[in-house]
């Protein structure tokens, strides 16, 4: 069962390749995008999709950071906040530490 979802996988990500590479070579063509102030660029079209991709992958990532160092923080508060109570539970009932569940 595991060869066979190893080979599913291989196939999936080979036909994904070559999707993109097909459409790579359809898209050879050039093209300009224009900015402001009279600024452009020439490209072939597969790479300004790419950098357009990139840059979209690029901001949603920098969007998330915030967030995430958010949760990181309250998630280290909360396990610091769980070992003292630990601790204390342990010193009143002056018996030895309590281990934490399995898997945590």
Do not use: C, Y
Request: charge should be positive; avoid cysteine.
């Amino acid at each position: 069962m595991k060869q066979i979802a190893w080979l599913f996988k291989w196939l999936l990500k080979a036909a994904i390749f070559f999707t993109l590479f097909a459409f790579a070579l359809n898209n050879q063509g050039d093209v300009t995008v224009h900015f402001f102030f009279g600024t452009r660029w020439t490209a072939p079209m597969v790479l300004v999709v790419l950098s357009a991709f990139a840059a979209g992958l690029l901001i949603g990532v920098l969007g998330m950071v915030p967030r995430w160092w958010r949760h990181r923080k309250a998630a280290r508060r909360a396990r610091s906040d769980a070992d003292s109570a630990r601790a204390t539970l342990a010193a009143e009932t002056n018996a030895s530490p309590i281990a934490p569940p399995h898997g945590l």
